[in-house]
Structure formats: structure tokens, C-alpha cells
């Protein structure tokens, strides 16, 4: 139940807190330079347990199944606050003066609450599997759908949004 708070980052996962980095105008919030590189690297992670989450379904280990979902609940959830706390903040005040690209900045995090209510409700749907098996049938089919959309927009935001992080000098 609990799961959020007992999870941990790795060490070598974690952001540089040094004040040798700027912050955004107007804001202590701190540029990271490392940020998009972990980000980067969760989308890996999530998509590496998508995988073993097929798998582990595809042969019927319905114990491995309920894992693999906690893990991907519990690094949606990580890197869903890291990119509100750390991205989305630092982007919206560094452009605040640029509409364009503040509404950009705006429509992808609004755009990632609808697709996180979704997985999260996904997540919590199938979180019985093993107990029910009328889920069964269903349960390839809405991964695909939850998982297309999901992956999509991590593709988006690896194009479009990471490139606008950068330094607030720059």
C-alpha cells in the first residue's frame, strides 16, 4: 500500500543539488543538469518492465504479473513528480514570457495528467489479476491501448519538451 514512499532511487540516479547551477527567473527553482539523462533513463526502465510485463502475462506467471505492475506503478509515480517537481515548474517559469512555448509546456503536463489517470486506473484495474479471472481476456488488449498512448507521448516529450531544459543562462 505503502510501496510509494519505500522506494528509492538508486544512488547514482540521483539529482545533483549542488548551487553551483542556476534557477529559474523568478523562482529558487534549480536547474539540474543531469535531469533529462535520468528521465531519459526512466522511459527506458518503463519500457523494459512494459516488456516483462507482456512476458510474464504471455506465460501465464500471474505472480510476476502483479510485480511487474507494482514496479511500473511505483516508477510512473517517481517519475511523474520528478518531471512536475523538476521539469515541468523550472520549464513554465523559464518561459513564462514566451506564450507559445509556455502554452506548449502546459499542454504536455496537462496532457500527462490525462494519460497518468489512465495508466494509474489501468494499474489499479488489473492490480487483482491473479483473483479474477474475467480479467484475463481483457488484460492484453488495454495494456496495448494504455501502453501505445503512454509510449507515444514519452517519444513527444523526448523530441519536444526535453530540449527545451537548459540552463536558465541560456
Given at each position: 500500500m505503502?510501496?510509494?514512499?519505500?522506494?528509492?532511487?538508486?544512488q547514482?540516479?540521483?539529482?545533483?543539488?549542488?548551487?553551483?547551477?542556476?534557477t529559474?527567473?523568478?523562482?529558487?527553482?534549480?536547474?539540474?543538469?543531469?535531469?533529462?539523462?535520468?528521465?531519459?533513463?526512466?522511459?527506458?526502465?518503463?519500457?523494459?518492465?512494459?516488456?516483462d510485463?507482456?512476458?510474464?502475462?504471455?506465460?501465464?506467471?500471474?505472480?510476476?504479473?502483479?510485480?511487474?505492475?507494482?514496479?511500473l506503478?511505483?516508477?510512473?509515480?517517481?517519475?511523474?513528480?520528478?518531471?512536475?517537481?523538476?521539469?515541468?515548474?523550472?520549464?513554465?517559469?523559464c518561459?513564462?514570457h514566451?506564450?507559445?512555448q509556455?502554452?506548449?509546456?502546459?499542454?504536455?503536463?496537462?496532457?500527462?495528467?490525462g494519460?497518468?489517470?489512465?495508466?494509474?486506473?489501468?494499474?489499479?484495474?488489473?492490480?487483482?489479476?491473479?483473483?479474477?479471472?474475467?480479467?484475463?481476456?481483457?488484460?492484453?488488449p488495454?495494456?496495448n491501448?494504455?501502453?501505445?498512448?503512454?509510449?507515444?507521448?514519452?517519444?513527444?516529450?523526448?523530441q519536444?519538451?526535453y530540449?527545451?531544459?537548459r540552463?536558465p543562462s541560456s
Amino acid at each position: 500500500m505503502f510501496r510509494f514512499f519505500k522506494k528509492q532511487r538508486p544512488q547514482s540516479a540521483k539529482i545533483d543539488e549542488s548551487p553551483q547551477y542556476g534557477t529559474a527567473p523568478g523562482t529558487e527553482i534549480r536547474y539540474h543538469p543531469e535531469l533529462i539523462k535520468q528521465l531519459k533513463a526512466d522511459h527506458q526502465t518503463l519500457f523494459g518492465l512494459h516488456a516483462d510485463l507482456e512476458r510474464a502475462f504471455e506465460q501465464n506467471a500471474l505472480d510476476v504479473v502483479r510485480e511487474k505492475l507494482g514496479a511500473l506503478q511505483d516508477m510512473l509515480n517517481d517519475h511523474l513528480l520528478n518531471e512536475n517537481v523538476r521539469l515541468y515548474a523550472y520549464l513554465e517559469a523559464c518561459f513564462a514570457h514566451d506564450s507559445t512555448q509556455h502554452e506548449l509546456i502546459r499542454g504536455f503536463r496537462q496532457e500527462m495528467n490525462g494519460i497518468a489517470k489512465n495508466a494509474r486506473g489501468f494499474l489499479k484495474k488489473y492490480a487483482e489479476l491473479a483473483e479474477k479471472p474475467e480479467l484475463h481476456a481483457h488484460f492484453m488488449p488495454e495494456l496495448n491501448a494504455t501502453w501505445g498512448v503512454f509510449a507515444d507521448r514519452l517519444r513527444r516529450e523526448e523530441q519536444n519538451l526535453y530540449p527545451l531544459y537548459r540552463p536558465p543562462s541560456s
